[in-house]
């Protein structure tokens, strides 16, 4: 995701509670564009830069796979593309987004459904790029010929997770479930060799109420059963808290691996 960085920060008038939460409901919200959060929210980067590392791997001629590519607006910045370029999409509302962005690029988007192997042929790609999208590692080995790269930066367990403590839910994802070590031993076990391995925790700021309901409902799986309503006490608590204290300071978890199929 591509939340605004520090140095677009401005900071937000506080008003009541009940405009900053209408206006983060009324928000609207397609592909994966966070830029309603712009003045509201800031995020730091990790020390590495993903689309450095992916525009690294791509050339002219390489068969390019990019894996729950959300509308299509990083893979759209890499232009010229490959020629043989595919991108796949599990949410159905991003497809037809992805395809109207991607289609004129030349790329192909094909759903892919949870749950399913990614719909492409065996050996059929030479550079499969995925930013925060499914590491199914037997169907990336399937997928990759040999020789094949996969460039990835995943969303670790306990991402955020100081928002959910502060409101009362449960952890976002088990704690240790996602995590890069675990990445690095399972794409191991599958026969790649780890070329770059990195997991950092960057700060994530949320400046007013409003930005933390956006957050909640453009990414649902961080709070699975948020509502407004069921967590309107501890909402109401949190909005006194930045105004009173300050924003909110959350740590994201990331982590990048770049590994070759043998």
Do not use: C
């Not at 749950?115 to 550079?127: A, H, I, M, S, T």
């Amino acid at each position: 995701m591509d939340r605004p960085r520090p140095a677009s920060l401005r900071l937000t008038v506080m008003k009541p509670y009940e405009v900053l939460v209408e206006e983060a409901v009324s928000a609207g919200f397609s592909g994966w564009d966070f830029r309603w959060l712009e003045g509201r929210a800031s995020s730091a980067s990790p020390s590495w830069s993903y689309p450095e590392v992916a525009a690294a791997a791509l050339g002219p001629d390489v068969r390019l796979l990019d894996i729950d590519t959300g509308g299509g607006e990083l893979l759209a910045s890499f232009a010229p593309l490959p020629k043989a370029t595919i991108a796949t999409e599990g949410y159905a509302p991003n497809v037809p987004i992805a395809r109207d962005r991607l289609g004129p690029l030349g790329v192909e988007v094909r759903e892919h459904p949870a749950g399913e192997e990614l719909p492409v042929e065996d050996g059929g790609v030479d550079v499969v790029l995925n930013r925060h999208g499914r590491l199914d590692v037997p169907d990336l080995a399937r997928v990759l010929r040999s020789g094949g790269l996969l460039v990835t930066q995943q969303v670790g367990s306990g991402n955020d997770a100081e928002l959910n403590e502060i409101l009362g839910a449960p952890p976002p994802i088990p704690p240790g479930s996602f995590t890069g070590e675990g990445a690095v031993r399972a794409l191991a076990d599958a026969g790649f060799e780890i070329l770059e391995a990195a997991e950092e925790f960057p700060e994530f700021v949320l400046h007013d109420i409003g930005a933390v309901v956006f957050q909640l409902r453009a990414i649902p799986w961080q709070i699975p059963d948020f509502d407004l309503d069921r967590y309107d006490t501890a909402l109401r608590r949190l909005d006194h808290t930045l105004r009173t204290e300050g924003p909110l300071v959350v740590h994201d978890r990331r982590y990048l691996v770049r590994a070759r199929r043998r």
